[in-house]
């Protein structure tokens, strides 16, 4: 299992707590972005800098990534297409995406782009803060438990 980020649109904050979350795991982390983004100097996590162009990062961890991988990113067309892979997806702000919520997710994204393409303002995302953080740090731990465990009882 390898851990995947959309590392575009990945929080400070957020990277920090994947960084510990690699080296307490072992897991390889692997940040993709179409620039330089700086990582910690451990063997098992790297920075990949994929070219520049409209969801070239997307694009790369869809093709690269493999079933019962974990991807982080809040991008809900990547979500969906990753699901339909078997990967697993958590959101910057500790949202599991799921094949049991990611059609409704899907649905609303769609909805709001409309209504902003018609002009209505809908405010947008509020700002990430603790209590954002608290909720993806707690969301990464969970399936990190989860999968080291599952991992364990297939290895016995």
Request: one cysteine or more; charged letters at 25%.
């Given at each position: 299992?390898?851990?995947?980020?959309?590392?575009?649109?990945?929080?400070?904050?957020?990277?920090?707590?994947?960084?510990?979350?690699?080296?307490?795991?072992?897991?390889?982390?692997?940040?993709?972005?179409?620039?330089?983004?700086?990582?910690?100097?451990?063997?098992?996590?790297?920075?990949?800098?994929?070219?520049?162009?409209?969801?070239?990062?997307?694009?790369?961890?869809?093709?690269?990534?493999?079933?019962?991988?974990l991807v982080i990113s809040s991008d809900i067309p990547l979500a969906a297409e990753l699901i339909a892979k078997g990967a697993a997806v958590v959101s910057f702000r500790g949202e599991r995406y799921t094949a049991d919520n990611i059609k409704?997710?899907?649905?609303?994204?769609?909805?709001?782009?409309?209504?902003?393409?018609?002009?209505?303002?809908?405010?947008?995302?509020?700002?990430?803060?603790?209590?954002?953080?608290?909720?993806?740090?707690?969301?990464?731990?969970?399936?990190?438990?989860?999968?080291?465990?599952?991992?364990?009882?297939?290895?016995?």
């Open positions: 299992m390898k851990i995947w980020v959309d590392a575009d649109a990945c929080p400070v904050a957020a990277r920090d707590i994947l960084y510990r979350a690699a080296r307490r795991t072992g897991l390889e982390l692997i940040m993709v972005a179409n620039r330089a983004v700086p990582v910690p100097p451990d063997a098992n996590i790297r920075s990949l800098q994929v070219s520049q162009g409209f969801d070239v990062a997307d694009n790369f961890i869809v093709e690269n990534s493999e079933a019962n991988d409704g997710r899907l649905n609303i994204r769609d909805f709001m782009e409309t209504m902003r393409a018609s002009g209505v303002q809908s405010g947008g995302q509020s700002a990430y803060g603790q209590r954002e953080k608290q909720e993806f740090a707690n969301q990464l731990d969970r399936y990190l438990a989860q999968a080291v465990a599952a991992k364990g009882r297939r290895s016995t």
